[in-house]
């Protein structure tokens, strides 16, 4: 007998599940644009990813994350002005598998603390992709020019500020998503 999770994923999904899920998608999307105005380089990509992890299928989240990174980059590039050099180029590609991996380690947290409960599986899932994140970056840094104090205390720890307040700010607005339907969790893709 095939699990529930097979069940629904043998079922198409009902109209208004697919219209609730792309709204859901979209308005992460659109809380990227606001963050990537507001924040620039400090885009809190790891609240972003992190609350896709979980809170979408796994296909769900690689979409939201891919377009996430996107809009940040079209926002910096197109309103912004990032420099179009090489290096900006190349640091745009290593935030992006940064991101990528964040949201594989935000997951995979997530899911293994999820009977924890949803702050210690939020929490965890959290400081873990952060984790991944920076540690990431400052291995790009080894090949790709960037600042001394481009991973000092005081900026890790702004870009932990930022995340975690992103991250405060995108789980007050699932909750008043999912008073209206959206941002539900599927079983798994």
Partial sequence: M???SQTQAAQPPAPTDVARRWAWIGLLG??????????????????????????????????VTGAVWLANQAVGYG??????????????????????????VARAVGERFERSGP?????????????????????????????????????????????ALGLGGLILLKLVAASVGLGTRTASA
Avoid: H, K
Wanted: with cysteine.
């Fill in 119 to 163: 702050f210690v599986a939020t929490g965890l899932a959290f400081l873990s992709a952060l984790a991944v994140y920076e540690l990431a970056l400052y291995a790009a840094s080894f090949w790709l020019s960037s600042d001394d104090t481009a991973f000092s205390w005081p900026i890790v720890g702004y870009i932990l500020q930022v995340n």
């Fill in 30 to 63: 659109g809380a990227s644009i606001g963050f990537s105005l507001v924040f620039a380089c400090a885009t809190p990509f790891v609240a972003l990813v992190t609350l896709a992890a979980l809170t979408m299928s796994r296909r769900d989240a690689f979409i």
């Fill in 79 to 104: 309103i912004l002005d990032y420099p179009r050099t090489f290096d900006s180029y190349a640091w745009g590609v290593a935030i992006g598998l940064a991101v990528l991996l964040a949201l594989v």
């Fill in 2 to 4: 095939p699990s529930t």
